[in-house]
């Protein structure tokens, strides 16, 4: 299994109240990744990084904000949660191969 | 617009007989093409790949073809064992933007012993 842990596996909150998940990998790869997996939509990219403090959008960005301070940690930060961002989260790491793996996953609820 | 489509969200077969599983695509750039195995509260698992220089690669129970002109690929597992009921996902992806993966919606294989 690759080294990836996150945190936390469930949540629930608020609406309007602040959220950020982390993922921890052992692995020191360059490339992480965070997904929302939601029915009938597979798995949607909300943002990427190719290195430290080096972070792109994805498909589905709008309304989340990432940080990646050290090569091992990328943090997903719902600025204020929406009943809309109720989905399983998934984080993704990836070396120099070209497949990539996934984290357990983070089902969070907004209510 | 999905980029990557499959368009059969569940299939029931028989255990011993063969899975196939379909997955079209509308990107020409995507040169990279990934099956993902899915269970329940877990997160997806690689299974398979195939690079768009080939149009098959076998790994035990499991093969991919690619079909480059028709833009579709699908994934043959055979025998169907009752373990390998799961969610399938395709994803592909290009050469740049990290290379990101592009996923389909999913199918849900039910192998019945």
């Known amino acids: 299994d690759a080294g990836i842990t996150q945190s936390p596996r469930h949540k629930v909150t608020e609406t309007g109240t602040p959220v950020t998940l982390r993922c921890h990998q052992t692995?020191?790869?360059?490339?992480m990744y965070w997904y929302r997996q939601d029915p009938g939509h597979g798995l949607r990219l909300i943002h990427y990084?190719?290195?430290?403090?080096?972070?792109d959008k994805g498909e589905v960005s709008d309304g989340y904000s990432v940080s990646r301070s050290k090569t091992e940690d990328f943090l997903l930060t719902l600025e204020s949660a929406t009943s809309s961002q109720t989905s399983v989260y998934f984080c993704?790491?990836?070396?120099?191969?070209?497949?990539?793996?996934f984290g357990q996953g983070t089902r969070l609820t907004v209510v | 617009d999905q980029q990557v489509k499959q368009n059969s969200p569940s299939l029931s077969v028989q255990e011993g007989r063969i899975s196939i599983l379909n997955c079209d695509y509308t990107?020409?750039?995507?040169?990279?093409f990934l099956w993902y195995k899915k269970y329940p509260a877990e997160g997806p698992t690689f299974l398979i790949s195939?690079?768009?220089?080939?149009d098959k690669n076998e790994d035990g129970r499991f093969t991919v073809f690619l079909n480059k002109s028709a833009k579709h690929l699908s994934l043959h597992i055979v025998p169907s064992q009752p373990g390998d009921s799961a969610v399938y996902f395709c994803?592909?992806?290009?050469?740049?933007?990290?290379?990101?993966?592009?996923f389909g919606s999913g199918t849900q294989l039910t192998v019945l012993p």
């Open positions: 993704a790491i990836r070396g120099p191969a070209t497949e990539a793996f």
């Open positions: 692995e020191n790869h360059r490339y």
């Open positions: 990084s190719y290195g430290v403090k080096d972070t």
């Open positions: 990107n020409s750039m995507f040169d990279y």
């Open positions: 195939i690079s768009s220089i080939k």
């Open positions: 994803a592909a992806s290009s050469v740049g933007s990290a290379r990101q993966l592009t």
